[in-house]
């Protein structure tokens, strides 16, 4: 297993656009493949109204389904978890810039 060096100024190049890991599931995934929530829900071991929030951005990416998804596309839970993060990190960060003079 491959490992990432985590260290404490770890980043994402903030020059890519923000996507919610419902967005790179839709159009990385599912539109390529031509395939649709109910089908990789079975494969994912994933019920369908889950992954359709996932899409719609109303659902958090959990561990579980990280892992499922993980194993049904070929990538890793990591992946999913970090696109989670990083899309959760960067609304906070707005949200607090707009209501605060200090963040920024």
Request: without cysteine; proline residues 7%; positive net charge.
């Amino acid at each position: 297993m491959d490992l990432i060096t985590l260290t404490p100024r770890i980043s994402v190049d903030p020059s890519l656009r923000l996507r919610s890991p419902g967005q790179v599931l839709l159009d990385d995934y599912l539109v390529p493949r031509a395939e649709t929530n109910s089908q990789l829900a079975r494969r994912a071991g994933i019920r369908v109204p889950h992954i359709r929030q996932y899409l719609l951005g109303s659902r958090p990416m959990s561990a579980n389904h990280a892992i499922r998804l993980a194993a049904a596309l070929d990538t890793t839970a990591f992946y999913w978890l970090t696109l989670q993060a990083r899309y959760d990190l960067a609304r906070e960060w707005h949200k607090q810039r707009a209501t605060s003079p200090l963040v920024g």
